[in-house]
């Protein structure tokens, strides 16, 4: 039998969400569609297999057994070496995936003809991404507890509290970048009442960020002069920024880390696209978080929301979902074809690459979507 969709447990290390949650299985299987989930796939995120079996889904003992029968492969990170073997031209992977860095899994999907969707790349009209965003909230405001946590000096930082206390001045956050990671690691900061400075080149962000907190925080334009002055100042330095489905630019730059105080921290959460900061060259994880460059602490880690997976895989679940019924009530070609928010998230077709950005940062082809399915997109 072949299930509209199959989750399988993430081999990503550390990555403790899982892309669909009771309820949303309950929600898909009300619309009549079949979901098969691999034995213990939730357990991580605080969901056991009896929480999916009562919510009409079929459990099995293998990844294989998974990806074997299902159509629509949902998962949360991009597959792993180890699931390769897999891959088929009839199957479909539902998925953050971040494929301009991730050159050698672009291969293979190509070779096997296997349809991806990455969930970074779904994009309304408004250039909202809409599940790229509830992760990038999360990322957000976890970045700020982690950052936190590795100024302790028993985690070899400076032994500085961002709060401070009365006579004491509060830590300083820079954060580079006002998007959905930024303003959302700022309402932290500032909720800790920390010292925050925010850059970004949209001056309309910037604008937002003034009215919604005032003298609460400090807007600059980025600029690397600006950079310059600033990064010696702060304790902890934030970087998130993104262009869509492109190699993250590299902001920070050796210089600018040189300049910091020795036991500050850099939490680079723009590393799943390449990172921000020059002086990052390898991903770290949760177990091993940091890494020390000229007294500095980095941390790369590239599943940031799965420090806090309850939460993370409710939202991506949610997000996901119209998603998913679109796909399983009217089949994929059908329903890229009726939402263009959908069609944009499409990255390989049939052998093709079909995401001008992953095809430009790969150095490889592009084709259109609409030439490969046959018909011009809504």
């Not at 969901?47 to 074997?68: C, L, P, R, S």
């Not at 993104?242 to 500050?264: D, F, N, Q, W």
Request: glycine share 8%; aromatic share 6%; net charge negative.
């Amino acid at each position: 039998m072949k299930y509209d969709f199959g989750v399988v447990k993430e081999l990503k290390e550390n990555e403790t969400r899982v892309a669909l949650t009771p309820d949303v299985v309950a929600m898909l299987v009300s619309n009549g569609l079949s979901v098969v989930i691999e034995k213990n796939a939730g357990v991580m995120s605080g969901f056991d297999d009896e929480d999916y079996i009562q919510t009409g889904a079929v459990i099995v003992n293998t990844a294989k057994d998974v990806w074997d029968s299902s159509k629509v492969l949902v998962k949360v990170k991009e597959p792993q070496k180890e699931e390769f073997q897999y891959f088929r031209p009839d199957l479909v992977i539902f998925s953050y995936l971040h494929l301009a860095v991730e050159e050698e899994l672009t291969v293979e999907l190509l070779k096997n003809k296997v349809t991806t969707i990455a969930s970074e790349s779904v994009e309304m009209q408004s250039g909202h991404l809409p599940l790229l965003a509830p992760m990038s909230e999360v990322a957000g405001r976890v970045a700020v507890q982690i950052g936190c946590n590795l100024l302790q000096l028993n985690n070899g930082g400076a032994g500085v509290l961002l709060s401070g206390v009365p006579g004491v001045q509060p830590g300083k956050v820079i954060i580079i970048g006002a998007g959905t990671v930024g303003c959302n690691a700022a309402q932290i900061a500032i909720g800790m009442g920390a010292d925050v400075s925010v850059f970004d080149i949209n001056p309309k962000k910037l604008v937002a960020l003034d009215t919604a907190y005032g003298a609460s925080i400090k807007t600059h334009y980025c600029n690397s002069i600006k950079l310059l002055q600033e990064i010696p100042k702060a304790d902890l330095l934030i970087t998130s920024v993104l262009v869509h489905s492109r190699k993250a630019p590299k902001i920070i730059t050796e210089e600018m880390v040189k300049s910091m105080k020795k036991g500050s921290v850099i939490v680079d959460v723009a590393i799943d696209q390449g990172g921000n900061v020059e002086t990052i060259d390898r991903i770290t994880t949760f177990d091993n978080p940091t890494f020390e460059k000229f007294g500095i602490l980095h941390c790369a880690i590239p599943n940031i929301p799965a420090a806090v997976p309850k939460t993370s895989s409710s939202a991506y679940a949610y997000a996901i979902y119209p998603y998913l019924k679109s796909l399983g009530e009217k089949g994929l070609i059908e329903a890229i074809k009726e939402n263009q928010d959908l069609s944009n998230g499409v990255n390989t077709f049939n052998g093709e690459i079909t995401n001008m950005a992953v095809a430009e940062s790969l150095k490889k082809e592009f084709t259109q979507i609409e030439l490969l399915v046959g018909f011009k997109l809504k």
